[in-house]
């Protein structure tokens, strides 16, 4: 099993900027994709931003130029710079990690007010 634990999610004025980590423990072995996705209220999950265990970064169009996604392989985390934050990001933020099957966290509430 792999267990992932979210944190760096708050309020944030429009135009902010949060951080996300998420740490995973656990049977790290053949660990390939790591992201993130967030679900907002009454609607369904999206991927946000994934990353490989090469390096190689995939966004939603939404977010392109304003988050970054990152990881550390040496410390099992991948985090998630946000800037220039607009109330629809608002969302449960949830980090997850792939390997045979796809491991999901807790989830960490981000809210971005007008």
């Known amino acids: 099993q792999v267990q992932l634990v979210e944190s760096g999610g708050g309020l944030v004025q429009t135009g902010g900027s949060l951080r996300l980590s998420c740490a995973a423990s656990g049977i790290m072995s053949n660990i390939n994709a790591m992201g993130w996705s967030r679900q907002a209220p009454g609607k369904q999950r999206e991927l946000v931003a994934s990353v490989t265990s090469g390096g190689s970064t995939n966004y939603v169009d939404s977010v392109k130029g304003r988050f970054t996604i990152s990881r550390d392989n040496a410390k099992n985390s991948v985090y998630l710079q946000m800037t220039s934050l607009k109330p629809e990001d608002t969302a449960v933020y949830y980090c997850?990690?792939?390997?045979?099957?796809?491991?999901w966290g807790q989830g960490t509430q981000v809210t971005v007010s007008s």
């Open positions: 997850y990690a792939d390997n045979l099957f796809r491991w």
